[in-house]
Structures are given as C-alpha cells and as structure tokens.
C-alpha cells in the first residue's frame, strides 16, 4: 500500500519537485497544501493516515510555525520534515518549538535543497 505524504509549501515549483521525488521514486501518494489552513484540512480529512509531513516554515495563511502549534495541540505525532529559507536562528527556533511539543522532527532542511538530500532525507524518513 502506498504512504501519504502530506508536502506544505507555497512555492508551486519547489512543491512540485519534492512531489515528484516522493511519488516516482518512493511510491509515495503526495497530498499538497499551499498553506497552513490547507494542511489541516488535509490532515482532518485525510482518508488513509498521513505517513510524513514535509512543511515549509515561511508561508502566507498559517506559516510553519502555526502548523506546528496546531499539529501539537492536536497531539498528531506524523513525523515531519520542516524545509525552509528562513535564517537560522528562526529555523532553530521552530525546530525546538516542536520538539517541546513533542513532535517529531526527523529533519530540518535549508533552501536551496538539492533532490539527492530530499532523497535521502525521505528514505530515511519512510523506512521508519
């Protein structure tokens, strides 16, 4: 049975290259969302379980960091791939919010990513 995977991103091409990567490589089924507001609407209406989510961090209608609030509160444990171009002392800043929370962060990726890194961080990510 294929996994799905839930890709947040507002930027349609980045979105559509982690995709693509997921879906012919891995088999992976790949919901996409522009924005926080779309991302749980995915995860609330979601039919099969979310198997990983990868969220952008800089993001119009709920950036990452809502996602992140939201995905805690509603105590969802999917573990998540946080990609983004922010400066680093906001990437580690949501990293350890999520972590607080209790969410599981299986890694933090820096725009620009190269698909050998998306890759590898998604087959480490899946295998689990």
Not at 47 to 52: H, K, R
Not at 93 to 116: C, D, F, M, Q, T
């Amino acid at each position: 049975m294929s996994k799905a995977i839930l890709v947040v991103d507002d930027d349609p091409i980045f979105m559509e290259i982690v995709a693509s990567v997921l879906s012919s490589q891995r088999g992976a089924t790949v919901l996409r969302a522009r924005n926080g507001k779309e991302a749980l609407r995915h995860i609330d209406d979601a039919a099969v379980p979310i198997s990983l989510i990868v969220c952008d961090l800089n993001m119009p209608e709920h950036d990452g960091v809502e996602v992140i609030l939201e995905l805690a509160k509603r105590r969802i444990l999917t573990p998540i791939v946080l990609i983004t171009g922010a400066v680093p002392a906001v990437v580690k800043s949501a990293e350890i919010l999520a972590r607080v929370h209790g969410l599981n962060v299986l890694n933090l990726l820096i725009k620009p990513v190269h698909a050998r890194q998306l890759a590898q961080t998604f087959d480490k990510a899946l295998a689990a």
